[in-house]
């Protein structure tokens, strides 16, 4: 152990030294054939946070990605994303202490806020509420039934489809046949009135398989109106036609409520991190979806995966203006209500071509309709209701056809790919707010779009792999870039998508066993990112007229010091380590005083470790410590509302430990401390104010399982 430690800290210094260590290159790997199983692809051996090559059609060789299996840490509570990406390079999390939306970026490419600069994925499929003209994320399903999480980088694009950043696929345990059935219940209580449940059973059979599910999670929050309540349920089953098919049918729903006790300038955060400014407001999120899967075996070596999904989800607000006492409530609040109703279409085509080579080829259709519309009342406790203010038909109509290839040629690897896109997106105003000057909008906005990738892979032997990858991608208009419904927006505007160039280089490598590392260097270049121009006193225009540059280096080290043959009956501890230099800046823009200034929440450092513990018992213990360098929170580098908020996001450290113990064979503690330094931080900014992180939180809980 004492050895193989000091290994591991070698690697950390110089990763480098073992390019050249091994004088013959590995065996070219080779084409297998094909069956139908249930659970996920094996990856590499040699590489096991790398997402397999090929998995249900799509092609992952030659994209930097990162994979993690859940069941090797401690159970997460609270969805927390800090744990679950914990081993995920570079990926700013944006912390809110409710569960009404999710904020992540990646690189500094645009605001946290919703997630829109991120494909957020369940199973391969988007999860954003509106796939183009509202990317955001109001959903993710409880941790407690994901398997694993998967992050690809640059040419996620190509295989998923727009977005200039990377994908976040959230992979949930899958039924599967011929095993033992299982019946799982976790509860847990914490900080803030914390309880949680999570109860799965798996029901095998050799050929029909069952997978249900239910979770509840609710906490008052550190502030008044800081409550939340979320559940979520889901019904998973496989049939097994026979050896060369098998369908899967789904049915999942998630509702949401959460309070919104409002923003703080920086003042009342250093003074008074408790107050409450919003104490009416409150987000409710209502969400179900079914699906319907098939995988075939069309021939030995290729298949053939086709999904179709309906999803529908229902996001409002209520919302009225921050006061501090004894100044007097406002004397109304306004009622957000948006709907998607969206039904998408994947079907994946795969197979080799002679001994060596690979052909994955395919088509997606999407369609959703979005109706908004927004009311003022005189309540502001009220249910929904009162007076229209505005109303708007909204659509989205996309269709891609792609193309990617994985050619190998014994030490090399070349994965082209290309895809094309047509995307249509309508707004039709039913009811135009008062006061504005234009006319209604009725339009449809239609883009044709093709991107290109390139991925090569090269084996230096000795277990070690030179990977790059050069990728386009593009960000679609969203609806408030068409048509805002509070906006006086000329009748000419028509703003293009963004689009971006992703190059990326790395080597990774297993030098021995138990020790893996990762290190790449990157450059995304980000164009025609759409500002707001005035025309004149009345008219604004979305017009493409900013760019960024994007680049910098990114190393992760893992090293497992007791069980380096990844025994599942062995004693493990895995260390690992990983670090994040950004170098980000705004090269041009409509506003002049903008260039060179750094983009907003860009920091030039994320650095993460921590340990995973697991004993021969199943004893699991989990520490990990998350460092985010200072940054600014707007484009502009300058403070916010009249100067109350600071320009700079200060930096801060977090460490969370978490435990899991078996008690027997059927039962085991939870247990854990969130921020167990008590960091008093916030990572949230918006032009209203600071979102405050969660303090020092403590939970506690029991497993049973049988």
Not at 26 to 53: C, I, K, N, W, Y
Request: proline share 6%.
């Amino acid at each position: 152990m004492p050895r193989r430690s000091l290994l591991c800290l070698a690697l950390a210094a110089g990763l480098n030294a073992y390019a050249h260590a091994a004088p013959e290159p590995d065996p070219a790997p080779e084409a297998l054939d094909r069956v139908v199983v249930r659970g996920q692809a094996l990856p590499d051996p040699r590489f096991p946070g790398v997402a397999p090559s090929i998995e249900d059609g799509k092609v992952k060789a030659g994209k930097k990605s990162t994979r993690v299996e859940l069941a090797a840490q401690p159970t997460v509570v609270e969805n927390a994303l800090r744990r679950v990406l914990a081993r995920v390079p570079g990926v700013l999390v944006s912390e809110l202490q409710q569960p009404a939306y999710f904020n992540l970026n990646y690189r500094g490419l645009g605001d946290p806020h919703e997630s829109e600069f991120i494909t957020g994925l369940e199973n391969g499929l988007p999860i954003a509420s509106d796939w183009f003209g509202y990317p955001t994320l109001y959903y993710l399903p409880p941790i407690g039934r994901v398997d694993s999480v998967e992050f690809i980088r640059g040419g996620s694009a190509l295989m998923y489809g727009p977005q200039p950043g990377p994908s976040l696929n959230f992979v949930t345990r899958r039924p599967r046949f011929g095993v033992e059935s299982t019946l799982r219940s976790d509860h847990v209580v914490g900080s803030d009135s914390l309880y949680q449940t999570f109860s799965e059973a798996h029901l095998s059979g050799e050929h029909i398989a069952l997978i249900a599910d239910v979770d509840h999670r609710a906490a008052d929050g550190e502030r008044d109106n800081a409550d939340y309540e979320a559940n979520a349920g889901r019904v998973a089953m496989a049939f097994r036609v026979d050896e060369t098919s098998v369908w899967d049918v789904e049915f999942s729903g998630y509702e949401s409520e959460s309070g919104e006790p409002g923003r703080l300038t920086s003042e009342e955060f250093a003074n008074s991190r408790e107050l409450t400014k919003t104490p009416f407001n409150r987000v409710w999120i209502d969400r179900e979806a079914a699906s319907l899967a098939n995988t075939r075996m069309l021939t030995e070596n290729w298949s053939l995966h086709g999904v179709y999904r309906y999803s529908g989800l229902d996001r409002t607000s209520r919302r009225s203006s921050a006061f501090v006492p004894p100044a007097a409530p406002p004397s109304s609040t306004t009622f957000d209500r948006q709907q998607f109703n969206a039904h998408t279409f994947d079907l994946r085509a795969v197979g080799d071509i002679g001994e060596q080579h690979t052909l994955s080829a395919g088509v997606t259709v999407y369609r959703d309709d979005s109706p908004r519309e927004r009311l003022r009342s005189g309540d502001l406790e009220g249910g929904y209701g009162g007076s229209l203010v505005y109303r708007q038909a909204r659509d989205t109509r996309y269709a891609a056809a792609f193309v990617e290839a994985i050619l190998r040629f014994d030490a090399l690897t070349l994965v082209p790919a290309l895809r094309y896109e047509d995307v249509s997106m309508g707004i039709k105003e039913q009811v135009q707010q008062a006061g504005l000057t234009r006319a209604p909008i009725d339009r449809r906005f239609d883009r044709n779009e093709a991107l290109a990738g390139f991925g090569a892979l090269y084996e230096l032997g000795g277990n070690q792999q030179v990977y790059a990858n050069v990728s386009q991608g593009y960000r679609p208009m969203r609806f408030d870039d068409i048509g805002n419904p509070s906006s006086n927006l000329a009748p000419q505007n028509d703003p293009d998508p963004a689009r971006a160039l992703n190059i990326e280089f790395g080597l990774r490598g297993s030098p021995m066993a138990g020790v893996y590392y990762d290190v790449s260097a990157f450059r995304i270049d980000l164009d025609d990112k759409i500002e707001q121009r005035q025309v004149n006193v009345a008219d604004v225009l979305r017009i493409n007229s900013g760019d960024s540059r994007h680049q910098g280096v990114e190393a992760s080290l893992e090293c497992d010091v007791l069980n380096p043959g990844d025994d599942a009956q062995a004693p493990s501890l895995l260390l690992f380590a990983n670090a994040a230099l950004l170098d980000a800046e705004i090269t041009r823009s409509e506003n002049a005083a903008l260039i060179g200034n750094e983009p907003a929440f860009a920091p030039e450092r994320i650095l993460r470790a921590g340990a995973q513990y697991r004993s021969a018992g199943g004893l699991k213990l989990g520490l990990t410590a998350s460092h985010v360098s200072d940054h600014f929170w707007q484009d502009s580098n300058g403070p916010g509302a009249g100067g109350a908020i600071a320009a700079v996001v200060p930096s801060y450290t977090v460490v969370d430990l978490s435990a899991e113990m078996p008690i027997n064979e059927n039962v085991a503690l939870l247990g854990g401390v969130g921020n167990a330094l008590d960091e008093d931080y916030y990572s949230r900014v918006r032009s209203d104010g600071i979102e405050p992180a969660q303090e020092r939180s403590y939970y506690l809980g029991v497993s049973l399982r049988f």
